[in-house]
């Protein structure tokens, strides 16, 4: 498998937990996005959107982490990372999208690149938005485990899922970008504990060839 990815991308994050939980190999292609490499013909040319993740199975090329999850899930079943049960699926499928369809779409760096260079938002006034966004997330996701399992080390059940993958990507940013962490304890009990596994903590940000020290 060929993926394209960058280090600080959370996106391509969650596709390196699913890659390293299923033992899938992957060669990766660094698209530095601080430099604008996304832009550039070549690789608008393997994903129009100009964003990573791009991944290719053989010769299939894949786009959209969760798209890319799916497509992981179904064409390599083992370990699963979801669940077997409809409603278990559903509820891990909604905790996911609270970091993948509401809070990430806010801060990645064409949001951020368009709050500075267009509406003139000062780094103080952009890092408010981050924060504001993440936490807001971050506040959601602890309300649903309070709710469902205040106790766990995963999201659900014994095993990580998609919930863990998602929860991690919600963290991170926030860790990086300084939000409060504090009122999350159970987010953060699960964050800590999945990064006890090599498949997640292999596939940090921190631990990438490409990693800039942030
Ligand atoms: N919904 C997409 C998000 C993809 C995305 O926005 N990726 C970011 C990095 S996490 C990116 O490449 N951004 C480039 C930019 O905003 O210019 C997914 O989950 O794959």
């Not at 959107?49 to 064409?75: C, H, M, N, W």
């Not at 049960?85 to 809070?103: C, Q």
Request: hydrophobic residues 40%; charged residues 25%; aromatic residues 10%.
């Amino acid at each position: 498998m060929k993926l394209y990815t960058y280090w600080r991308s959370q996106a391509t994050f969650r596709v390196r937990i699913a890659l390293n939980l299923k033992g899938l190999k992957r060669e990766d292609v660094v698209i530095n996005l601080d430099r604008g490499d996304q832009f550039k013909p070549g690789y608008r040319k393997e994903n129009p959107q100009a964003v990573v993740p791009t991944l290719y199975d053989g010769d299939a090329r894949l786009f959209q982490s969760v798209a890319i999850l799916e497509y992981l899930e179904e064409k390599y079943p083992n370990p699963p990372i979801l669940p077997k049960e409809l409603l278990a699926r559903a509820w891990v499928r909604g905790f996911a999208l609270i970091n993948v369809a509401d809070s990430h779409p806010l801060i990645v760096p064409r949001i951020r690149n368009y709050l500075a260079n267009v509406l003139k938002i000062d780094e103080a006034g952009r890092t408010a938005w981050i924060q504001h966004w993440l936490g807001a997330g971050l506040a959601a996701m602890e309300g649903l485990l309070a709710e469902k399992n205040p106790t766990g080390k995963f999201c659900h059940g014994d095993s990580p899922t998609v919930a863990d993958i998602c929860l991690v990507t919600q963290v991170t940013p926030a860790q990086l970008f300084k939000t409060d962490l504090a009122p999350y304890k159970r987010v953060m009990r699960i964050y800590e504990h999945c990064m006890t596994i090599p498949a997640f903590a292999e596939a940090h940000p921190r631990k990438q060839p490409d990693f800039e020290g942030h």
